[in-house]
């Protein structure tokens, strides 16, 4: 169980997010899962040991 807060970013593509993430000195923690009917999830590290979540919906939101 975590035991901290968990930040999550919403991102347009996660696969591209997850990809520049690691470019950058980061680490994937759980890659890309669907949630079904919703949109993706995944979690990274960052370069300083912080668990971040990113998440992609699986449609484009109304204006």
Excluded at 7 to 29: F, M, P, R
Excluded at 54 to 61: E, R, T
């Amino acid at each position: 169980m975590l035991k901290f807060p968990l930040i999550t970013i919403a991102v347009d593509n996660i696969d591209a997010a997850l990809e520049h993430i690691v470019q950058s000195g980061g680490k994937t923690v759980r890659g890309k899962l669907e949630v079904p009917g919703l949109g993706w999830n995944a979690y990274f590290q960052d370069t300083e040991g912080n668990i971040i979540g990113l998440w992609q919906d699986s449609s484009p939101a109304v204006s």
